[in-house]
């Protein structure tokens, strides 16, 4: 049966991303303030006595004990912006892929990038991925990281909430922009044979796993989540059986993808309209299809293995569950008068 409890993907690991995360600009800009500022002491320096100014504009002495550490504060800042400034794209890759290894991911990183560093001046890195997905990845000890997949879920979320939301640090290398891609051949693997259109991370189960959402082109779509036994595979009727939401799935699509079920049968020339998963046995599902043509409807039992086996007419079907609703029971007939 489909597990109702799901999570947002706004987990403590998210949130502290979007927390600790500094943009680039903070490593690269001016550590003393905007451009064309110099550090006290300098040979640009306006001012070049041996001082530094509070907010208040009295001066600082070097010489106090404060003056010495706020100097070795800047001092360090300086040699860490010197450092990034000077690390090559095959020194950033080394990096990140030490990380990578030190927080035991499969990912052959083929690229990386050094966004900046944590409040706690720690260095993050995103990495890309010869194969699923990528990560952003903080040096710390023990190291951290962070599905891009995820961040991306995470992000959609919130902006379907509000568009204007910060979403906090994304990844944003080009070969991290791959979620259809990778979502869609897990989905491949669990069994779906349409054609994947859309998908993302939507949440997470009640097991911690993250549960992703694919659209189909023309037909019904689903949801999957990795689990211990393999892939986890709901179709979005039965979602929607339960009172769930597939938002890249459109009721047509649902019905054009259940129509070749009837082929076949009795209902065969039911051009359908709608349809509902009403619920299943050991024998396998029941579904309503609502035609298109007026007061035309079917309850259809299907197989396990997705055969239809038995069609039972709306007008004749009121015993079986709570009978068609999508379908107007027929009137019934006027008495007969004396």
Not at 217 to 224: A, C, E, Q, R, S
Not at 300 to 309: C, D, F, I, L, Y
Request: proline share 6%; hydrophobic share 40%; with cysteine.
């Amino acid at each position: 049966m489909f597990d109702k409890k799901m999570l947002p993907l706004m987990g403590a690991a998210c949130a502290l991303v979007l927390a600790v995360v500094q943009p680039a600009a903070a490593q690269t800009a001016p550590p003393f303030g905007g451009a064309g500022s110099s550090a006290p002491g300098s040979a640009t320096d306006p001012n070049p006595t041996s001082v530094t100014r509070d907010t208040s504009g009295s001066r600082m002495n070097r010489n106090t004990a404060e003056g010495r550490r706020q100097e070795r504060a800047n001092s360090q800042r300086e040699r860490q912006a010197a450092a990034a400034a000077a690390a090559t794209p095959e020194q950033i890759r080394a990096e990140a892929q030490a990380q990578a290894t030190a927080a035991g991911l499969t990912c052959q990183v083929t690229e990386a990038v050094n966004p900046g560093v944590t409040a706690e001046q720690i260095k993050i890195y995103e990495a890309a991925c010869a194969s699923g997905p990528g990560y952003i990845l903080i040096a710390s000890t023990p190291p951290q990281n962070f599905d891009c997949l995820e961040l991306a879920g995470t992000a959609y979320t919130a902006r379907l909430r509000d568009p204007a939301a910060d979403v906090g640090q994304q990844c944003v290398l080009p070969a991290n922009q791959n979620g259809l891609a990778v979502i869609g051949g897990w989905a491949r693997e669990a069994g779906v044979a349409c054609t994947v259109d859309e998908a993302v991370a939507i949440g997470k189960s009640s097991e911690n796993n993250i549960v992703y959402e694919v659209g189909c082109t023309g037909v019904d779509g689903y949801w999957l989540e990795k689990v211990a036994t393999g892939w986890k595979l709901q179709d979005c009727l039965q979602i929607v059986s339960v009172g769930g939401t597939c938002r890249f799935t459109t009721a047509q699509e649902q019905a054009d993808g259940f129509e070749p079920k009837l082929a076949g049968t009795d209902a065969a020339a039911c051009d359908v309209a709608q349809v509902r998963l009403m619920g299943s046995n050991p024998n396998g599902r029941f579904y309503e299809a609502k035609c298109a043509a007026e007061g035309e409807g079917y309850i259809a039992r299907v197989s396990t293995a997705g055969v239809t086996e038995q069609i039972y007419p709306c007008a004749t079907a009121q015993r079986i569950g709570n009978g068609c609703t999508l379908t107007p029971a027929p009137a019934a007939a006027p008495a007969p008068t004396e």
